[in-house]
């Protein structure tokens, strides 16, 4: 079984992705027939003319400029959140890792917070004011965290989680305080924090394409040493691995990775928490096979989170609120499984 899984399961899941971007593409809110979007696709994509003079400037620009970019960007977000989130369970020994662990979601949330109160209206590298803010704050709160787990040149496991959700903590206080005197912003800071893909478009795309491609080839690159890493760090340690190098690494890989899309995104939960716990039931803990996975998976998942949220309702839901839905329950179902398993 395990055996396919490495030698179909890829190509699979890589076609089955594809599919689902495709389909979602096809589905709105706005009237847009089968034929014509089709038609789009192959015009923009492929540049393939099948005759588009009966099809209106806003219906091209809805599939090719609101739909697709869209979707590509849940895609990033939901593989991005996957494979930190199945890297710090690794690195941590800890099933409940997720990519917001250290802090991460709660110095955005500041940050954005403060550009939202204070109507920051410059822009950079595609990224407005509020994202700027929201990037700065998580890396941030990351080095703070760091600096104050870091004994000596070694940064304790157990320190490490501590300072985040104490870090985490005090940062969200403070960004309740200011909600409290800044009533007038606080439904659109609300909406931010539980995550949206409302609005974006390419620009949001190619600002965080480039952090995802070198983090996620740091990432396949250190596979080998997360898999040594499962024996225990003690082990891993006697047979070659730097393991505070190679934490190190993981912590500044796994935070960029999640501060460029949350500070696009905002803060969408449980896709880094539940999808690497899914993918490990069919591939194994091998992190060789999981990342990848966990990185196709996550993708396919918020894409049919996000389609939900924009079609279901007449208006817009928050794709937080979705994956929070779907997420939450089904993990508490993995864990009454394991319990019952006697795991």
Known sequence: MKNTVKKYGIILSIAMCIIIIYVCTLLGVASISFWDANKILLDQIFHIDLGMENISDGAIAIIWNVR?????LAFITGGVLAI????YQGIFKNPMADPYILGVSSGAALGATIGIVMNFSSSLFGMNGTAILAFVGSFTTILVVYNISRVGRKVPVATLLLSGIAIGQTISAIMYLLMIFNQEEMTQIMFWIMGSLNGKGWDQVLTVLPYVLIGGM?????VR????MLLGEETATQLGVDTERLKKKILITSSLLTAAVVSVTGIIGFVGLVVPHIVRLVTGPKHRVLIPFSLLFGGAFLI????????????EIPVGIITAAFGGPFFVYLLRKRKQGGA
């Open 304 to 315: 049919l989170c996000d389609t939900l949220a924009r079609t279901v309702a007449g208006q």
């Open 218 to 222: 740091i990432m396949l690159t250190s």
């Open 84 to 87: 930190c989130g199945a890297a």
């Open 225 to 228: 040493e997360l898999d040594i």
């Open 68 to 72: 697709l970019p869209r979707i590509i």
